[in-house]
């Protein structure tokens, strides 16, 4: 059973820096695609960043060049480092995983995830 939990997150102002971290378990790293999706009140979820187990990573045009997506195997945890944060960065973000596909792929279509962690809020404040 894959279980994710996350951690981190909170307020900072504009141009702060956040990293979120996602504990993964019951994941094979044979094969899997893991990512980052963000809900911000009233849209839809937004692939942020996205991993896949052939080494490629992926990112949203809006955060590309300030988020970075790594996985680190040791530990078993996904991150999310996210520097100069925006207003419009503030969102619910969610690590999501699955057992097969390219990140790429995924990133335009978050809802495909099959395993989720629980959200945290992330907030940049003007």
């Known amino acids: 059973q894959v279980q994710l939990v996350q951690s981190g997150g909170g307020s900072v102002q504009a141009g702060g820096s956040l990293t979120l971290s996602c504990a993964v378990s019951g994941l094979s790293y044979n094969s899997y695609v893991m990512g980052w999706i963000r809900q911000a009140p009233g849209k839809e979820r937004e692939g942020v960043a996205t991993i896949d187990s052939d080494g490629f990573s992926s990112y949203a045009d809006s955060v590309r060049g300030r988020f970075t997506i790594s996985l680190d195997k040791t530990r078993n945890t996904l991150y999310l480092q996210m520097n100069n944060l925006k207003p419009e960065d503030t969102a619910v973000y969610f690590c999501?995983?699955?057992?097969?596909?390219?990140?790429?792929?995924?990133?335009?279509?978050?809802?495909?995830?099959?395993?989720w962690g629980q959200g945290t809020q992330v907030t940049a404040t003007s």
């Open positions: 999501a995983a699955r057992k097969s596909g390219g990140a790429w792929f995924f990133l335009k279509k978050p809802k495909d995830f099959d395993y």
